[in-house]
């Protein structure tokens, strides 16, 4: 089949931005900052991950949907319909991610400044990340998986990587090696950026691709907010801790990095916990092959493993510290009913 046949179909783009600690959605609606969008979600969402999708007047052309997670996320999505070659198709995926990369920082900007106020540790924006979805109803003449692979290989391969030229055959075969059909006539191939799914059918896994990249983009920042706080624990074990620290009572409410560190590691484990677990894909055979496939693209695990790497070395730290304050401020109480009882011999000899 040539490839010069016109295909139809959509291109996804979502979009994710880390704006804070925590956005408090019932003061967000309270407020009448935004238009609240009454939306289901699909089944497999568990009700404590439930976000809150909101109307914006004045957005980028195609923006389909905006949502905001209670774990400070803004999340945008964006549907452009073409109806082009596969050849073509390469281009346009490239200029319109380009192009509504732009779209969506003004468009996240413009919501960020309206629920600021609303935002623990306000900042716009710490992380962001980006994935790309090409759907297309169906390929011409398409007999099966087998056939995509060999008609279609080349212009898939590249279109997922964003590269105008075809690529090496290893390249090729790497990324069309993952492609998946659960019936006859769909298809699934799932890439590190980008994603192409040819169905029909196609609204509920939306969804998860958009989950899956806010769960990619909240890993991404908690690996980032652990090595700073990494950094600055070596920093304070090189240097000594104030006199206060080691009074019992008062060096609590003074400094207590211990304390932080705790707290810090507390907040992160329940949130990647919770993102771990919003969804419920048991009995879901199509979806739980899809979010594997994501996971894996994204290399979810790993940044997970790197997480709890460094919330165990976090841990470590504090107990050390923990650990060298009890035992000096030991040797403070020792040293001092040694004092009061020189002191009341001393007395005693005087009287």
């Not at 759907?135 to 898939?156: C, M, Y």
């Not at 620290?245 to 992160?268: R, T």
């Not at 695990?301 to 650990?323: C, F, M, P, T």
Request: negative net charge.
């Amino acid at each position: 089949m040539s490839s010069k046949n016109i295909m139809n179909g959509h291109i996804f783009l979502f979009y994710a931005f880390d704006v804070g600690e925590e956005i408090n959605l019932e003061q967000v609606v309270q407020h009448h900052h935004v238009t609240p969008r009454s939306r289901p979600l699909p089944p497999y969402f568990k009700n404590y991950h439930t976000p809150l999708s909101v109307d914006l007047v004045g957005t980028a052309p195609h923006c389909e949907e905006i949502k905001l997670h209670n774990f400070g996320v803004i999340s945008l999505r964006y549907r452009i319909p073409f109806s082009t070659t596969l050849d073509d198709l390469r281009t346009t995926v490239m200029a319109k991610d380009e192009e509504y990369m732009e779209h969506s920082l003004r468009d996240a900007g413009v919501l960020f400044s309206r629920i600021e106020s609303n935002i623990k540790q306000a900042r716009f924006f710490h992380v962001r990340n980006a994935y790309v979805l090409i759907q297309i109803a169906s390929l011409p003449h398409n007999n099966g998986i087998e056939d995509v692979k060999r008609e279609h290989g080349d212009n898939i391969a590249s279109l997922l990587r964003f590269e105008k030229e075809t690529l090496s055959e290893h390249q090729k075969n790497e990324i069309i090696a993952g492609a998946f059909s659960y019936y006859q006539k769909d298809l699934v191939i799932i890439d590190i950026d980008a994603a192409f799914i040819c169905d029909d059918e196609y609204e509920e896994v939306l969804d998860l691709f958009e989950f899956a990249n806010v769960q990619h983009l909240e890993l991404q920042y908690f690996d980032r907010v652990l090595d700073t706080q990494l950094s600055i624990a070596y920093d304070q074990e090189k240097k000594s801790p104030p006199f206060t620290a080691y009074l019992p009572f008062i060096g609590g409410m003074v400094s207590d990095p211990v304390g932080e560190l705790n707290k810090l590691k507390v907040d992160i484990s329940v949130i990647t916990d919770r993102l771990e677990t919003s969804i419920k894909l048991t009995g879901e055979a199509y979806f739980s092959i899809l979010y594997q496939l994501l996971s894996q693209k994204l290399d979810l695990e790993n940044w997970k493993a790197s997480i709890n790497r460094k919330l165990a070395i976090i841990e470590d730290i504090g107990s050390i510290y923990q650990h060298k304050l009890e035992v000096i401020r030991e040797d403070l109480l020792t040293c001092s009913i040694i004092v009061l009882i020189m002191l009341e011999i001393l007395m005693g000899l005087t009287r």
